[in-house]
């Protein structure tokens, strides 16, 4: 069974600060990873997505990927009350199963 | 951008009946699209894959005969929940692969409660 793991939180930070959620995966053949956000009861809208090693940034946020360790994040430099959102971890496995398997889910909160 | 249009976006049904619910690529031709279901507080679980031109593939435990998949055109999926029961009552997402990197476009979801 091919995983992702996420901590499910909540993530409590202050406005302004950095959010660092974390995610970890099982199939080191994987190649294309992906960060959605979701609001509750609505559905989830892509934020990032990383394939290769290292740092890729966008605005606010940098999503970093280590394929050795199986490990991707994703900062949120100066983060707002609007980014209070559940925070979906994303791994597409390949080789037979073609499918984005989906993180439970981190729970961030951003408090004024 | 990519844009999925589902339909409907909330939906109540009498349990034993059957909903239909509809996803359509709109600017873009997806030849496999994806559904989904999330319970509250929980991630999104692939029910099936929905192929144009050819039956479903239902992830292990999906019953294939009470969730009707029909892939009919390079744009339409539509997701049949057949006599349908209060345990049934989800949150109901699909999804298309718009481009050449796997990114997902979902659709808005569709609230879907038996009573």
């Known amino acids: 069974q091919k995983e992702v793991e996420q901590n499910s939180g909540p993530l409590s930070v202050p406005e302004g600060a950095i959010a660092s959620l974390n995610c970890t995966y099982s199939d080191r053949g994987s190649q294309s990873f992906f960060w959605y956000r979701q609001y509750s009861g609505k559905s989830p809208e892509l934020i990032m997505s990383?394939?290769?090693?290292g740092d890729k940034e966008d605005g606010r946020f940098t999503a970093q990927l280590n394929k050795a360790s199986q490990y991707v994040s994703l900062l949120i430099r100066d983060s707002q009350p609007s980014d209070s959102a559940t925070y979906l971890c994303a791994v597409y496995v390949s080789g037979g199963y073609n499918k984005l398997i989906f993180g439970a889910g981190t729970r961030l909160a951003v408090h004024p | 951008g990519a844009v999925v249009s589902q339909h409907p976006s909330r939906v109540i049904c009498k349990s034993g009946t059957s909903v239909k619910i509809e996803c359509r690529s709109l600017?873009?031709?997806?030849?496999?699209m994806f559904w989904y279901r999330q319970f509250p507080k929980q991630s999104l679980m692939l029910m099936a894959t929905s192929n144009e031109g050819s039956k479903a593939t239902y992830e292990q435990g999906v019953e294939k005969d009470k969730f009707l998949i029909n892939h009919a055109s390079l744009t339409l999926s539509t997701l049949t929940v057949t006599s349908a029961h209060p345990e049934d009552s989800s949150f109901y997402i699909c999804?298309?692969?718009?481009?050449?990197?796997?990114?997902?476009?979902f659709g808005s979801g569709t609230r879907l409660t038996v009573v």
């Open positions: 990383i394939y290769s090693n």
């Open positions: 600017d873009f031709q997806a030849t496999t």
């Open positions: 999804s298309a692969r718009s481009g050449v990197n796997y990114g997902y476009t």
